[in-house]
């Protein structure tokens, strides 16, 4: 039910969408996936990254904005990233909050044991909430994730900073490791930053523009870039986009998985800001 003013449905690029527009910023979710694809702050350019090789066919992935990863993380399951990006999500509400913000709620029923609802609020900063309701009767291991792409003008220009000496296992080898400064893009990379709950910031002197990634209920961080092989190989990614994006995801992956009792839930919440 649409009780918001500030939100209209539409038809974007052949998807059903919500576009937000009020004092704040505007902003696009899609009910495949219940994926925020643009958010732009009042007087300031998207925050968020879409790649112009995107697919948008259902049972696909998008290739930008806010994925959400679900009911598992990465190749902890089949399909890679979960079930809850691939599908549409059915529109709960859309209301106007008093202070002028656009408060946006989606729920997936994808898998019927789990109830998954994704509350977003488009405001000053941009606040995703993802609560999962276990209705089973058995415990269940839940890995997911705001997989969160990103504008930058130059990743090899910009660092992230918050997760200096946080020890991470990259991906690419294994290996577990840690750094005594602020992350910066030279090659692809793709970490896991575990036991990590610190808000980081994505700093980008060239745009002259610092984006906050806040979190709660996340004890893992990942950090992305594919750089130029991995972009080749992604049919829905430009052999020349790698340098305009970098993924900062908030999520609970590999040992810090959520375990779910049977009537119990959990809320994954990030909040991403220009500050
Ligand atoms: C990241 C993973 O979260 O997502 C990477 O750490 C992966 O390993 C990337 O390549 C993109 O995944 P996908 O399924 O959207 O191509």
């Not at 019927?112 to 009767?137: A, K, M, Q, Y």
């Not at 400064?181 to 060239?206: G, L, N």
């Not at 119990?264 to 800001?273: N, Y």
Request: with cysteine; aromatic share 8%.
């Amino acid at each position: 039910m649409i009780r918001a003013t500030t939100a209209r449905e539409k038809q974007w690029r052949g998807m059903a969408a919500l576009e937000i527009d009020n004092e704040f910023c505007r902003g696009l979710i899609l009910r495949h996936g219940a994926q925020v694809i643009s958010y732009c702050p009042a007087d300031a350019s998207d925050l968020l990254w879409l790649s112009k090789k995107c697919v948008l066919e259902p049972g696909q992935a998008i290739r930008g904005g806010i994925p959400v990863c679900w009911p598992w993380f990465g190749k902890d399951g089949n399909p890679m990233h979960g079930l809850a990006r691939l599908n549409d999500w059915e529109l709960v509400t859309a209301e106007d909050a008093p202070d002028g913000s656009t408060e946006v709620e989606m729920a997936f029923g994808g898998v019927p044991e789990l109830d998954l609802t994704l509350r977003v609020i488009f405001g000053s900063s941009l606040r995703l909430d993802l609560t999962t309701v276990n209705r089973s009767g058995k415990e269940v291991r839940l890995t997911q994730a705001l997989h969160s792409y990103f504008a930058v003008s130059d990743v090899a220009r910009i660092r992230v900073e918050g997760l200096e000496h946080s020890p991470f296992l990259n991906a690419l080898t294994g290996a577990r490791e840690s750094e005594d400064h602020s992350i910066r893009f030279q090659a692809e990379t793709d970490r896991v930053y575990d036991e990590s709950d610190v808000t980081c910031r994505i700093i980008d002197p060239a745009w002259r523009r610092k984006i906050q990634v806040a979190k709660a209920g996340s004890n893992s961080t990942v950090v992305w870039n594919p750089w130029i092989d991995k972009a080749h190989r992604m049919t829905d990614f430009g052999d020349d986009e790698y340098p305009e994006m970098v993924c900062v995801e908030t999520g609970n992956v590999g040992r810090d998985a959520v375990i779910l009792a049977p009537g119990s839930g959990h809320t994954l919440t990030a909040e991403i800001a220009l500050v």
